[in-house]
């Protein structure tokens, strides 16, 4: 073994100059040791972008889309309760019923802000969509945001003529169909256009003012008894169906500006407005449920307007807890800043 390891020629080795304090190497090991390092770092890379580095909406479509048949099939679900069954029916038309005690003022305001409501929605969405547009220059989310806004109440108006009359159940009503509200879809459809166009800092806020907005509209309408409260749910679902797959456009398409930083970045961005959301749809579900049971057979009670605090609370769990929803929804898909 020792004459084989003789005859091996041996490397020549050539001793560091003076003063030199490195080792000398091959020309290209400087190349390998970074692509080593290269390699190292993209194997311990995930395959998936993380949430932080995506852009606003990507990956979140199955979630627009299934937020978008959920509320199709509550639309369908509300049209055949409350209008081909007799329980439904009947509590839709109680509670138109009942409204009638609270006439007087309460009914001449209702009037009064219902007749205003076509021209203030148009003015507050109009105003809001033009500033944002000129200030920011989003002229692919306004054109977007408007489009739904029309295909909206043009959807609603369709229903309505498609929608056959009501069937006899043996619940004294108006046969004429009168869902989805129309009123109610004007002024949740400016809202979420609002919504949809402004800022994701700025959403919380605008989802709670602009559901709050539409929840009041929905309500005047039950008190002036010009719809009852399920046409006013259907008004809100109409907009959610049309508005959700608008909102993944706007968000596809406007990137750089719909970025989101979390709650607390912004006074509008305070979970405050999230709190007082959650706070309303949990007193309106106290209400709800609380009237339904002073009604069932086998109670006797005093008031004659549970039917309508009912109503009334439906109304009320419609709208914010669209309001939540789409908070959640757009804050998540909102690209991380």
């Not at 033009?130 to 489009?147: K, Q």
């Not at 046969?175 to 009123?183: A, K, T």
């Not at 459809?189 to 609002?194: D, F, I, L, Q």
């Not at 959700?244 to 709650?263: D, E, H, K, Q």
Request: proline residues 4%; hydrophobic residues 50%; aromatic residues 10%.
């Amino acid at each position: 073994m020792s004459s084989v390891t003789g005859m091996l020629p041996r490397p020549h080795l050539r001793p560091p100059r003076s003063g030199a304090t490195h080792t000398s190497y091959p020309e290209n090991c400087g190349s390998l040791v970074r692509m080593s390092s290269q390699q190292f770092r993209t194997s311990g890379r995930s395959s998936k972008r993380p949430l932080q580095g995506r852009d606003a909406g990507a990956g979140t479509g199955f979630l627009f889309c299934l937020a978008t048949i959920a509320s199709a099939v509550g639309l369908a679900a509300t049209y055949y309760f409350f209008v081909r069954t007799t329980a439904g029916q009947f509590i839709d038309e109680s509670a138109l019923v009942e409204a009638t005690v609270l006439g007087g003022t309460a009914g001449r305001a209702s009037t009064e802000f219902l007749d205003m409501l076509p021209m203030l929605s148009l003015a507050i969405a109009a105003i809001m969509v033009l500033f944002v547009t000129v200030a920011r220059r989003r002229w692919t989310a306004a054109v977007i945001a408007v489009a739904a806004c029309i295909a909206a109440n043009a959807a609603t108006q369709i229903l309505k003529l498609l929608i056959p009359d009501r069937p006899d159940r043996g619940v004294q009503t108006l046969v004429l169909n009168s869902l989805p509200s129309g009123h109610t879809t004007l002024a949740a459809s400016a809202a979420a256009a609002v919504f949809l166009m402004v800022s994701p800092r700025w959403r919380p806020l605008a989802g709670f003012l602009g559901s709050t907005f539409a929840v009041a509209t929905g309500v005047s309408t039950l008190i002036n008894q010009w719809h009852r409260p399920a046409d006013v749910v259907a008004a809100f679902l109409v907009v959610a169906v049309v508005m959700l797959p608008a909102g993944w456009l706007i968000l596809r398409t406007g990137n750089s500006w719909n970025v989101w930083a979390g709650y607390g970045e912004h006074w509008a961005a305070s979970r405050l407005w999230v709190w007082l959301t959650v706070a309303a749809l949990a007193i309106a579900t106290f209400v709800a449920a609380y009237s339904l049971i002073q009604v069932m057979p086998g109670l006797s009670t005093d008031s004659t307007i549970d039917y309508f605090w009912a109503g009334t609370a439906f109304i009320v769990i419609a709208g914010y807890l669209s309001a939540l929803g789409g908070t959640w929804l757009f804050g998540m898909a909102a690209r991380k800043g």
